[in-house]
């Protein structure tokens, strides 16, 4: 870092105007009588963009904070961030080397498929039962671990395909079973505080799901082997600049990206996996109920839906999301009972971001986190610190998007509810 | 006697106990047991003031370690890196403070060479014992990581002001994780996962009667911090019954209400997170001076995850109820630590006590909402109200026939 002063007062800078701008203009929104579900948001980023260039207009002209102004400023912002750290530190990876950058992103994007995916799961048990699951992390972790199981020690020598396929049924099941036992009392008042009530049941679930699970399996790490081997490719042929050339357990694209296998496989089943749950959402009968409960629960029951049985099939399916992330996970990293941590959290973070109870918001939130990660780890100068810090990128998002719109990118701006509220 | 008042009577004879404890227990395992009460009495502060947090006030903070941790932290740093030196060293940072000298030890982070010396090492060596330092005192440190906490508390409160339920929690475990990671990647200053040290409660012993407690002794650890959880359950018992308790409880049941009913809201879901916050603050650093060492592990999830079982499974409601849950559980958890084998299977008890301990915090949750401890208390305490309404029903319904039966017959 040669000039990083330069960096940090640039920082400064947009921080301060930013909390300027979210402040002020929420109050000026609310004198004119204005619609504020926006102006903390908008001002803020405007502020952090502009400076006082932009919010002094703002303020007088008090326009309707339209999507565009938001994603153009945030574009600004982040340009801004991204000029001053390429000025600070020139001879930075992310700065001087395209190559590496390319292969970040891709990386990014990769694992930020699998991050949707299981954000959803708890996304879609939000809109639903209205719950914040804590227990979602102790599934992702249960359902590698039973992929494990079947093809390590129960069945040696079958396809981990089928191992998955049995862990999604039995963490179903699970789920469904808890979702009986202990989270009925949320639905009829027969607990003062649903919402408590179901963040500490399922904390609960966590935690004795998790050392379950130690106390069973030991402490020692896991591995599964990889679910497919790439064929061997090369091409074009024999030409020197490749487009595309795989080994075994990794694949070069353009001569600059790599990506390795598991993650590859992990994203590809996912990506199948969600199409699977889109066509379920929006072509059944049983999906379009549970989208119509997600909407109004007492409307949906008017129409003939049983919202008790959406509950819980929404939880058990929520569930099973998490355990299939980690199912198909388990191949690239090695597995510990305490694995659920850390994308737990994530998935917590990409909820909040996208909106919590909106289904593209946790897609696309889950690729957001996933580049802002591989941004994190790829361009902070000491890498050990970087990777200490990873847990934390994410909870600043977190943190930042709770202070500045808490119902998300693309929550619903009136909510009505159990699930609007907050 | 009457019923209402076995409670206080117990309350009285626990206490009496706790006191009379240190001097009549002498088995072979006198350190372990005493260990196991100080650490009993540090999660029934922490458990105690959660409660308030969270029974009480409505409020279901998962940063309450975090606070813990900021506590013991503050005090730890403070303790390592700030000494009092009557000569100036010239190579640190160091101020002139009444004929003393403060120096701020430069962090060398955790070297595994004895090479590397911090300033004030290579001071010392230079000046060969000729100087003597001074070490900050260990109560200033406790006091300015209780005020950390606190200031920390009211950020917090401020931030989370427009956050409810989910939200809430999902924000305050952020911080907490925020907390954790920042300590374990700051390595330069924390020494991360290594853990840093700091001097014990009493590193020079005490003589409190003509007796001499060296620096190992565990009486002395073990009234400090049992007057500490004392004085914490004496303020939350006055503050549950003054007017902030009425208006915290207003909060929980219904904000909105309680706000046109003329609470000031803000003010008293701030005044909640300082002073729970403050508490935790000041029980991490005072059980971080007492195990002399503080890692980012506590701050790790499972510790938040301690706390809270133990207040529900006592009853979240009653901080009392939290406090005596908190040393049973404490007490149980250490008990079930030895492993057993049941036909060659080898049973690792001290993970399955922690099994045990979460279903038993589901189910008490699913089946007895209020906990299994504050139902016999209420038991005790309120149980003759049920009775008492009851009988005054009776008689004024007798009342009611004897006066005025023309009335009563008109109404009908």
Redesign the interface.
């Known amino acids: 870092m040669q000039y990083s002063s330069i960096f940090w007062w640039t920082i400064l800078w947009v921080v301060s105007w930013g909390v300027i701008g979210g402040v002020v203009t929420r109050k000026v929104f609310l004198r004119k009588d204005l619609d504020t579900s926006n102006a903390t948001l908008g001002g803020s980023v405007i502020g952090a963009a502009f400076g006082p260039i932009g919010l002094i207009p703002l303020w007088v002209r008090v326009p309707e904070i339209t999507r565009v102004m938001i994603t153009l400023s945030s574009l600004v912002v982040i340009g801004i961030v991204a000029a001053a750290f390429a000025n600070a530190d020139p001879d930075n990876n992310c700065v001087s080397n395209g190559s590496f950058v390319a292969s970040q992103v891709t990386n990014g994007l990769i694992i930020g498929i699998i991050y949707g995916l299981m954000a959803l799961g708890l996304t879609l048990i939000f809109s639903i039962l209205g719950l914040v699951s804590f227990a979602h992390g102790a599934f992702y972790m249960v359902g590698g671990m039973l992929v494990y199981y079947i093809v390590n020690v129960w069945f040696p020598g079958t396809h981990p395909l089928i191992g998955v396929f049995g862990a999604c049924v039995l963490t179903f099941m699970l789920g469904a079973i808890f979702e009986r036992l202990f989270l009925t009392p949320m639905y009829d008042g027969r607990v003062e505080r649903p919402v408590e009530y179901g963040i500490l049941v399922t904390f609960g679930l966590s935690f004795t799901l998790t050392y379950l699970v130690a106390a069973v399996a030991g402490s020692n790490p896991v591995k599964v082997r990889r679910f497919f081997d790439f064929p061997r490719i090369r091409l074009p042929d024999a030409s020197d600049p490749w487009l595309i050339k795989t080994s075994r357990g990794n694949m070069e694209l353009f001569d600059t990206v790599s990506i390795s296998n598991p993650r590859f496989v992990a994203a590809v089943l996912s990506i199948l996996v969600l199409l699977g749950l889109l066509f379920f959402l929006h072509r059944t009968w049983t999906g379009k109920g549970l989208r119509a409960v997600s909407q109004d629960q007492d409307a949906a029951a008017i129409t003939g839906i049983n919202p008790n049985r959406m509950n819980m099939l929404a939880f058990s399916l929520g569930c099973m999301i998490a355990a299939l992330s980690g199912a198909v996970l388990v191949q690239a990293f090695s597995w510990l009972p305490i694995v659920g941590q850390i994308p737990e959290m994530r998935s917590f973070v990409i909820v909040v971001l996208g909106g919590l109870g909106s289904l593209p918001g946790a897609f696309v939130g889950g690729i957001l986190v996933g580049l802002v990660e591989a941004a994190g780890t790829g361009c902070v100068p000491n890498a050990q610190k970087a990777s200490s810090y990873i847990p934390a990128y994410g909870m600043i998002i977190l943190t930042i998007m709770l202070l500045l719109r808490p119902m998300g990118l693309f929550g619903r701006k009136f909510a009505s509810g159990a699930h609007g509220k907050f | 006697m009457n019923r209402q008042q076995i409670p206080h009577v117990l309350g009285a004879l626990i206490i009496a106990f706790f006191v009379a404890f240190p001097f009549i227990y002498s088995a072979g395992n006198y350190d372990y047991i005493m260990h196991i009460c100080i650490v009993g009495f540090f999660y029934a502060i922490l458990a105690s003031s959660w409660s308030m947090l969270?029974g009480y006030a409505?409020q279901?903070s998962f940063g309450h370690m975090a606070f813990m941790g900021l506590g013991a932290y503050t005090t730890a740093l403070f303790c390592h890196y700030l000494f009092l030196s009557p000569e100036p060293t010239g190579i640190c940072t160091e101020f002139a403070i009444a004929g003393q000298y403060l120096v701020i030890k430069n962090p060398i982070g955790v070297t595994s060479t004895t090479l590397t010396q911090d300033c004030l090492a290579q001071a010392m060596e230079s000046w060969d014992g000729s100087v003597q330092i001074t070490r900050m005192p260990v109560w200033l440190g406790i006091i300015l990581g209780t005020l950390v906490g606190g200031i920390f508390g009211l950020l917090i409160g401020l931030?989370v002001l427009?956050?409810?339920?989910?939200?809430l929690?999902?924000?305050t475990?952020?911080?907490s994780?925020?907390l954790?990671?920042?300590i374990?990647?700051?390595?330069q200053v924390t020494r991360?996962q290594a853990g840093i040290e700091l001097p014990s409660l009493f590193e020079n012993g005490i003589t409190v009667a003509g007796h001499v407690f060296s620096k190992t002794d565990k009486i002395p650890p073990y009234f400090v911090m049992f007057f500490l959880l004392l004085g914490c359950l004496a303020l939350l018992y006055w503050l549950s019954r003054s007017r902030f308790g009425l208006f915290v409880r207003a909060l929980r049941e219904d904000q909105d209400a309680a706000a046109a009913l003329g609470v000031n809201t803000t003010r008293y879901k701030i005044l909640v997170f300082v002073v729970t916050s403050m508490m935790a603050a000041l029980a991490g650093a005072v059980q971080a001076h007492y195990v002399t060492i503080i890692t980012p592990n506590n701050l790790m999830?499972l510790q938040m995850?301690l706390v809270?079982?133990m207040a529900?499974i006592a009853g979240v409601e009653n901080f009392i109820a939290a406090a005596i849950g908190a040393i049973l559980i404490e007490f149980m958890l250490e008990m079930l630590r030895t492993s057993f084998s049941i036909g060659g299977v080898e049973i690792?008890m001290s993970?399955?006590r922690?099994?045990f301990?979460?279903?038993l915090?589901?189910l008490t949750?699913?089946f007895a909402?209020n906990g299994l401890l504050a139902p016999v208390i209420d038991y005790f305490r309120r149980g003759h109200v049920a009775a008492e309404t009851v009988e005054k029903r009776a008689s004024d319904a007798v009342d009611d026939s004897k006066n005025s039966p023309s009335q009563t017959g008109s109404h009908s």
């Open positions: 969270a409505g279901f931030l427009r956050l409810r339920a989910a939200y929690a999902l924000f475990l952020g911080f994780e925020i954790r990671a920042t374990s990647a700051e390595i991360g999830i995850s809270v079982a529900v690792d993970l399955w922690l099994v301990f979460g279903v915090l589901m949750l699913r909402r």
